[in-house]
């Protein structure tokens, strides 16, 4: 693949749940080595966007491309090889309640490997530091994590394979504003020495403010903005100045 060509390219996508129209002809592409946020009001369709994009919910119309490979008319074998070089992580985390952090972070390295038990087990350790987590957490059940432990498990599982692309669902969503920042120095790191992209669907200003390469604004059913933060806060859209202004009041210190 040319490593200038866009690692996701969504095309002219139509979302409808029966008569109301999410999406409404969403087109963006994202280039390998960025972090970019897809933000949107509540309703927007974000979530289900990014589920349309890794391939788990059929849009109604339009092309989503991830690595060239068109996730939704490619033969199953060339999906199926696509989804090994994109993680994912939920809003919830969805590891496995039952199995430790260790044992949740190899199972994509048992699944889709035939790798030796020691070098999963030095896989899953790397995973945990580069998701910044502490060795003996891999011992612990998720029950036994604070909630930001809880999703840099869950981005650690994400990791498991390698991947290119990273995919978040509100990676902040619900910790303290330490926590979250941690977080977000974790994927910005994963930009700069991995040389992911990564692509997160978030309504965190300080993550916008202080890690993100660049934004995508959802509105009305369409693409409102998109580019780097400082030009989008300037872009004359309403729903734009409204969501800035309010998320600036309610910073603190503001």
Known sequence: MNPAAPVIAVEDIVTRFGAQTVHDGVS?????????????????????????????????????????????????????AVRQRFGMMFQDGALFSSLTVAQN????????????AASIDALVALRLQQAGL???????????????????????????????????????SGLDPI???????????????????????????DTLLTVVDRVIVLANGRVRADGPVDEVTRVDDPWVREYFAVRRMTQPGA
Request: charged letters at 25%; zero cysteines; aromatic letters at 4%.
């Open 28 to 80: 963006f592409s994202v280039a390998p080595g960025a972090l970019v946020a897809l933000i949107g009001g509540s309703g927007s369709g974000k979530s289900v966007l990014l589920r349309e994009i890794i391939g788990l919910q059929r849009p109604t119309a339009g092309r989503v491309h991830l690595f060239g490979v068109d996730m939704w008319s490619a033969p199953e074998k060339e999906r199926a």
């Open 105 to 116: 972070v190899a199972v994509p390295l048992r699944e889709h490997t035939a790798l030796p």
């Open 134 to 172: 502490p060795a003996d957490a891999g011992a612990k059940r998720p029950s036994e994590l604070s909630g930001g432990m809880r999703k840099r498990a869950a981005i650690a599982r994400a990791l498991a394979l390698e991947p290119e692309i990273l995919f978040l669902d509100e990676p902040t």
């Open 179 to 205: 926590t979250a920042r941690g977080l977000d120095r974790v994927l910005r790191s994963l930009v700069d020495d991995l040389g992911l992209t990564v692509f997160v669907v978030t309504h965190d200003l």
